[in-house]
């Protein structure tokens, strides 16, 4: 099921999703070629592939929020109906938006600690990579409200 979304973001967000996944299947198709068909294979494969899988998940989960494509118990929520399948949904959201407040707010802290790292292969500045970490409870909040607002509009609706 489709959720609202923010448009021009989703795309965004989408395309960089898509092309995360599409350097992290080439980067480990070249290590697996690289390991039987050369006598060495290029040691900055891993960690790259481990930062494409950073991005792709830590940019994914607004759009898993947007799409309600998240884990969820939908047997037990599918159970209610009206008001209380509202409360509970967006009981749910406001949970979701609060864990990802907290995680905002510790995760800028962190970026000055790692800033101070580099990656082992690839010699990229951590803060680079914990960014998505940021990124993500950005993203996750700002999904959560639009499907809290559209939960708002749809329980003040008329029947």
Same mark, same amino acid.
């Given at each position: 099921m489709k959720g609202p979304g923010l448009g021009f973001l989703d795309k965004i967000l989408e395309w960089a999703v898509t092309l995360s996944f599409m350097v992290m299947i080439i980067v480990v198709m070249i290590q697996i070629i690289a390991r039987y068909a050369l006598p060495w294979s290029p040691h900055w494969t891993e960690e790259l592939a481990r930062f494409c899988f950073i991005y792709m998940v830590s940019l994914g989960a607004g759009l898993a929020i947007k799409d309600r494509a998240y884990v969820n118990v939908t047997t037990f929520l599918n159970k209610f109906t009206g008001k209380t399948r509202f409360y509970l949904d967006s009981s749910i959201l406001i949970g979701i938006l609060?864990?990802?407040? *907290?995680?905002?707010? #510790? &995760?800028?802290?962190? !970026? +000055?600690?790692?800033?101070l790292q580099n990656s082992a292969a690839l010699q990229i500045n951590m803060a680079l990579i914990y960014c998505s970490m940021t990124g993500m409870s950005l *993203?996750?909040?700002? #999904? &959560?409200?639009?499907? !809290? +607002?559209?939960?708002?509009?749809?329980?003040?609706?008329?029947?």
């Open positions: 609060v864990l990802m407040l *907290f995680m905002l707010i #510790y &995760s800028i802290p962190l !970026l +000055k600690i790692v800033s *993203f996750v909040m700002l #999904y &959560s409200l639009v499907q !809290l +607002k559209a939960n708002f509009k749809k329980f003040n609706q008329p029947l």
